[in-house]
């Protein structure tokens, strides 16, 4: 670990740094909810995972998330499409808005998407003028949760579009090949791993979303709790150890759909002899 | 793969549509409700004590986080691509791991460790020192959720460089400081920028976090987008969507500076102009 | 004067032996090229004299002082890099600077050197530009200055053509050769190609998986190579299983060996033949021809195997499946991992036979 004979200096200091950062803002933390969810013991665990409300909660979180990332698989897909194949006024702005959830707080998205979709709000008037309550619903947490995963497909497919051969479209081209079939047979199958990878990301993050989604979401007991919003309130009950519990369903949630997500493609991956890149 | 001009068209429409109802929208109600009621009004709640002072914690939140985060994103970058050992990816993930945990169970971390349940707790108790309640703690959960952000930028720059600069550099016999003032630095200066961006932006806007360990108290630990929840739900729209213009336009600023950023550093590789070896001969003959 | 010993070296990465036991000494003054091909260790060879990777066991002497314990920057050595790791962000000016910079030397002092070596790689005009904004030609010189101007006693260069296109590659051979004479430095540079060793270097050490296979001055290495490898490695060469079939080398104990195209006379009549005589001439037939250049090389197998020769433009033209005449001078006969050099028997049968 500590070469001596290392040609370019500071091993041991850049080893100190990292060690004592990772300890005191990650390690440390992270025991110490080990530690205190360990002593909890397996019963008390069992009943608050399992207490209906909660379970509703991850149900709820887990389905908003899973379609919201879908919705933006989608127009991810169309915005990296656009952004990156045609030149049009205005592509430069486009560009640079994509990345505005990563930059705009989620408190101030969540209150403006909820005025937005309410039964008075700019939008949220005509949804309602059909019967469709898109605010304090599963619809407005999904919403709030687009919002926030706009960014992670565009970005994912964005590079790896740009960086497509063209010579295998030409080369497709010179069967007289139709749009369709180039897209959906040469070009698709290239866009898998970034679309599955900017997926897994915004799905990753929609489950853990707090900011935008506890504003739009109205935070009715088994119709529109998130399992974020369950452990603020079992801690403001200071019921600790149902939190924990909450918790560690859903970091291993997250962890679930990442894994499964990175192992489905370094599969994929190896039988076309790529690097992963999630 | 020429798709007819429809196709296209629709297509940018499509894109456009999307990005303007899910993106622009909001921002412009910010603005619409926000001088709802008149610029008096809303210069009012910009200038209320309690704003003021979540405008302040905010700050000092965002500049504490930045400065802890460049040092160790600084270290743990040269770390991870300057020396080889064991255990490097192992630590490579455990960096990026508060991208994976949502910021609420950030939030519960900290409270464990230093709550009332902590064994720590009657240490800090008879010390005095309160940390989560307070504005340690807000600091500590704003640094977690900004961890990765600057490490994430170094290392593929850095790893894009290699190693031989600094090689050349040590054959010289030029010092660790040396190095990396007069060789590194230079090299990652736009990539640490953008990291530093990244990193301030999610720390003045971290909400999730903050929320669990602040304890809301108001005028003493409310950052700005914990005044503004308590306005909204206070029924007090206006301030509200005053306080969140503010917040508004960092996030424009700081997406401006990104492309600002992104623009000078790919200059720089735009300067790669190779030139034909015309003068070889000349510096053969000089030779 | 012995300036470099490198003595019993090993180095190993993980389960790849880099460096088996090298030893070598160069002699002061001497330009030196490494060679092998790739992943026989030469590089990490230059790298750890360099002091940029540590040897597991052994020593490595510089101007006489044990140097395994000193960092590269205390060894009195210049190191070019293969892809010259020019710092970018400074000027040529800067780079060629650097390393009087870190020694704290003059104002005046560090300009007049830098433009004493400008003026040496012809770059006068351009010691204010940047890296990316010179070709690849004068990023080498450059890199070559930015090496020489702390006066090593030593300079190493990895590689240092690999990146140059090959019109501006061979003239700077020349250039880089004539140079580092003119100085009077020693040098080692380390390269894959055998033409270039044989052009730049004065002596040559030849590598092969981590061992020193054999070392010496370009013309001996080719007239009598040690080894099997060498000899297959140096010169163009056609290895023949069993060359105790041949006239005038029966009776061999071992069998394998190498012929070089010059080792063949080939003759459309047997009067064309320097032995005119049957019983010293093999027959073959011509199973290819190819234009060279300054001659013509003749593909033709001999006794089932096929074996190839250059004959002269001014001779008279032989085609695909002519009957054609062979005498073999010699044969590099391989014997366990070295080689021996065997005549033909017909010339020291000449005097009787006639």
Known sequence: MFGKNDVIPGRRLTFGITLTFVSLFLFIPLCAFVLFASGMGIEKFWSAVTDWRNVHAYGVSFFCALVAGLINAMFGLVIAWVLVRYDFRGKKIMDALIDLPFALPTAVAGIALTTLYAQNGLLGQFFYSVGIESAFSPMGITIALVFVGIPFVARSVQPVLKDLDPQLEEAANLFGTGNWTIFSRIILPELVSPLLTGFALAFARGIGEYGSVVFIAGNMPYETEIAPLMIMTKLEQFDYQSAAAIAIVMMCLSLAILLGIHGWQSRQLKRIGGVVSA | MRESIWLRRFLIFLAATFLFVMLIMPLILVVKEALAKGFEVYFKALTDEFALKALYLTVEATI??????????????????????????????????????????????FIMLFGRMSPLYPILQEYDVAIVFAIPGIILATVFVTFPFITRELVPVMESQGRSEEEAAATFGASGWTIFRRVTLPNIKWALGYGIILCSARAMGEFGAVSVVSGHIRGKTNTLPLHIEILYNEYNFTAAFAVASVLVMLAIFVLILRNVVEYYSKDIEREEVVEPSADLKVGVANG | MVEVEVRNVNKTFGNFKASDNVSFEIERGKLIGLLGPSGSGKTTILRMIAGLETPDSGEIYIGGRKVNDLPPGERGIGF???????????????????????????????????????????????TRRYPLQLSGGQRQRVAFARALAPNPELLLLDEPFAAI???????????????????????????????????????????????????????????????????????????????????GFEGYEQHEGILRPEFLEIGATIEEMPQPMPVTTE????????????????????????????????????????????????????????????????????????
């Open chain 2, 64 to 109: 504490l986080a930045i400065a802890l985060n460049t040092i160790f994103g600084l270290a743990s970058a040269w770390l991870l691509t300057k020396f080889d050992f064991r255990g490097k990816t192992f630590l490579g993930s455990l960096i990026d791991l508060p991208f994976a945990i949502s910021p609420v169970i950030a939030g519960l971390f």
């Open chain 3, 80 to 126: 070019l890099f293969q892809s010259y790791a020019l710092f970018k962000h400074m000027t040529v000016f800067e780079n060629i600077a650097f390393g009087l910079t870190v020694q704290k030397k003059s104002k005046e002092e560090i300009k007049s050197r830098v433009e004493e070596l400008a003026e040496l790689i012809g770059l006068k005009n351009f």
């Open chain 3, 165 to 247: 296109d090959a019109k501006v590659r061979q003239e700077l051979r020349g250039w880089l050769k004539k140079t580092i004479h003119q100085l009077g430095i020693t040098a080692i540079f380390v390269t894959h190609d055998q033409d270039e060793a044989v052009e730049v270097a004065d002596e040559i050490i030849i590598t092969n998986r981590g061992r020193v296979e054999q070392a010496g001055v370009p013309i001996e290495i080719y007239q009598s190579p040690k080894t099997p490898f060498v000899a297959k490695f140096i010169g163009e060469s056609v290895q023949v299983p069993d060359y105790t079939i041949f006239k």
């Open chain 3, 283 to 354: 027959r073959g037939i011509v199973r290819g021809t190819y234009f060279r250049g300054s001659t013509i090389q003749i593909d033709i197998e001999v006794k089932g195997q096929l074996l190839r020769g250059f004959r002269g433009l001014e001779q008279p033209p032989l085609h695909e499946g002519d009957l054609a005449f062979v005498f073999i001078h010699k044969i590099y006969g391989f014997d366990g991992d070295k080689t021996q050099v065997i005549e033909n028997a017909a010339k020291f049968r000449e005097s009787v036979i006639i």
